[in-house]
């Protein structure tokens, strides 16, 4: 998951402006409502291991219903971000 912290961040190369407008895709934000959701059932994430482990479960899950991400792999099997 520390690989796809560039992914996350990509927003952050958008000029301050621009920012607002962007809008999430629906598998985004299908994936937070899944997050949103079972930390309702869970209740209280006691530590962030728990929170890692639970984001790591709907990964998982979610790769397993939709198939791999379209991200660029490299020899190793790791996802790479775009070089500009």
Known sequence: MEDAEPYV???M???????PKLHPTAR????NGEIN???????????NEAIIGLVGTILLDNRTINGP??????DAGNHQP???
């Open 9 to 11: 961040l990509a927003y």
């Open 13 to 19: 190369t958008f000029p301050k402006e621009h920012r």
């Open 28 to 31: 985004s934000s299908a994936f």
């Open 37 to 47: 959701r079972r930390t309702d059932v869970v209740g209280i994430l006691p530590n």
């Open 69 to 74: 991400c379209n991200a660029p792999v490299n």
């Open 82 to 84: 775009d070089e500009r």
